[in-house]
């Protein structure tokens, strides 16, 4: 099955300063890789998602990037704020609709 | 957008006692929802896939008889933990998967349930 490898598992940056994430996975087959925030006891929250026959995606300061000969996929944050403080989880999404998750970082963003 | 709403947000029950959770597409059919648990700090991980009008498939692991889904319709799925115990205390979350967006991979999620077996 799939394998998602996730680091840092914390991270701290301080206000204005950009924070990146990076997952690996395991599946060749897997083809879509989106992004959760999650705030403590929330559900998560999709930020960003990037489909296999992507490289980039951007949406205001947040952007993802994957290369696929790697099995490697990234996520980049620019200009953080203190609201950007949360779990961020990265997956990959395989056969079957089936989403397997990193284990997760914790972003604190210092004022 | 795309609701999925948790019943209830927290349950806390009695050891040896059953409780179910009910997971709800507002405004899509969802073919398939999943059930996730979540410990404290720690990362979602995938109890089964509930697919609508057959038999949920779980994870390796996960006990189907301790852990009992049923998807009924296209905007309702049920876990039912039965004769829970102090380490089923947990963060229970479903998501969902709008059918008829087909090129759409995205999952709603649901708010969540947190159980306390005491």
Known sequence: GENVEQHPSTLSVQEGDSAVIKCTYSDSASNYFPWYKQELGKRPQLIIDIRSNVGEKKDQRIAVTLNKTAKHFSLHITETQPEDSAVYFCAATGGYQKVTFGIGTKLQVIP | GAV???HPSRVICKSGTSVKIECRSLDFQATTMFWY???PKK????????NEGSKATYEQGVEKDKFLINHASLTLSTLTVTSAHPEDSSFYICSARDWERGGSYEQYFGPGTRLTVT
């Not at chain 2, 979602?44 to 896939?49: C, E, K, S």
């Open chain 2, 37 to 39: 648990r979540q410990f």
């Open chain 2, 4 to 6: 999925v709403s948790q």
């Open chain 2, 43 to 50: 990362s979602l991980m995938l109890m089964a896939t509930s």
